[in-house]
């Protein structure tokens, strides 16, 4: 790892001379107790913690740009690589086209519905839902599409399309060789409607087809939040079914955060039914936090979450650089 960022910091200071270069990253370290496991002390109670590093140069009417991202963890090889992010861009008034490992159109329309911030005391987590087919194609399973290429039109009076692909992936996650993704986004004033719909099959895995609708409507005390989901995976049972919610999956979620200055309340609820051969198992879940904000970097948090009767509190503080 030392290697590793002496290089990126060589990298930094030779590519300063001819592009914005920022060095960013987030520390999340937490307390949290769960039904099922007990008490644990460690990094990521809340949200992810990470290391990136971001490079821009402008040329010609172009806007040329590097994004490196990837996940702290605890123990041994802490930082795995970028894993999260890796992409090269270029943007100009045609929009913008960015290669490598990102996030999908379905990752950012679900994000759009969360009151909770899909983190640490969502209510999505642990579902066994359509909501959690954001998996992409990469065996992080984090969400993110590696092998991928996007691209995102201009912001036409509030309206954007996005269009990602990531055809033949070899190694993925379930051995996913196709993933496709396409996102209708709009966003101006107080509100912001996502659509996505998102495929991808492979041999021994189901193929899996999913959308998800979401909006966000800022009323100035508070922001309320919502979607809906479904996914058809067929009734594939061979490799890694267990794994898998065959069948067909219907989902909603509803919240609302209210900004306190730097602090914020957010409650979110959200159901999901999974149908298999005509056989419905229905899970519902909600979650609540309070985050303070203690200086510009640094803030507390507080949690609380229940999934089909599962609960989780927690507690920890976020430092941002």
Not at 22 to 51: C, H, M, P, Q
Not at 137 to 158: F, K, R
Not at 176 to 191: C, E, H, R, T, V
Request: net charge neutral; proline share 2%; aromatic share 10%.
């Amino acid at each position: 790892m030392k290697k590793s960022l002496i290089a990126l910091a060589a990298i930094a200071a030779v590519g300063a001379a001819s592009a914005q270069v920022t060095v960013y990253g987030k520390l999340d370290v937490g307390v949290s107790n769960t039904s099922a496991g007990g008490t644990v002390i460690g990094v990521n109670t809340w949200e992810t913690s990470r290391f990136g590093v971001k490079a821009e140069q402008k040329e010609a009417g172009l806007t040329f740009s590097v994004n490196l991202e990837g996940k702290i963890s605890n123990g041994a090889g802490a930082f795995g690589g970028f894993d999260r992010t890796a992409t090269v861009g270029v943007s100009g008034g045609f929009g913008t086209v960015t290669i490598g490992s990102q996030w999908t159109p379905f990752d950012n329309a679900i994000w759009t519905s969360d009151a909770l911030e899909y983190n640490g005391f969502t209510p999505l987590t642990g579902l066994k839902a359509a909501w959690n087919y954001d998996l992409g194609n990469a065996p992080n399973m984090y969400g993110n599409a590696v092998n991928s290429i996007q691209y995102a039109t201009p912001d036409m009076n509030g309206f954007q399309a996005i269009i990602l692909t990531a055809p033949n992936n070899g190694g993925a996650f379930s051995g996913a060789k196709d993933y496709s993704g396409i996102g209708l986004n709009y966003a101006k004033g107080p509100l912001t409607i996502n659509f996505a719909t998102q495929s991808f099959s492979g041999a021994g895995t189901p193929t899996s087809n999913s959308n998800v609708l979401s909006f966000q409507y800022n009323m100035g005390t508070a922001i309320v939040m919502g979607g809906v989901v479904n996914s058809d995976s067929g009734s594939n049972t061979g490799w890694g079914a267990a794994n898998w919610n065959v069948g067909t999956d219907k989902g909603y979620i509803v919240g609302v955060k209210v900004p306190m200055g730097k602090n914020s309340v957010s409650v979110g609820f959200s159901g999901n039914t999974n149908s298999v051969s005509g056989k419905d198992k229905t899970i519902n879940s909600w979650g609540a936090q309070f985050i303070q904000g203690l200086t510009k970097s640094t803030k507390a948090y507080y949690g609380i979450q229940s999934v089909d009767g599962n609960n989780k509190t927690g507690a920890g503080l976020q430092y941002n650089f």
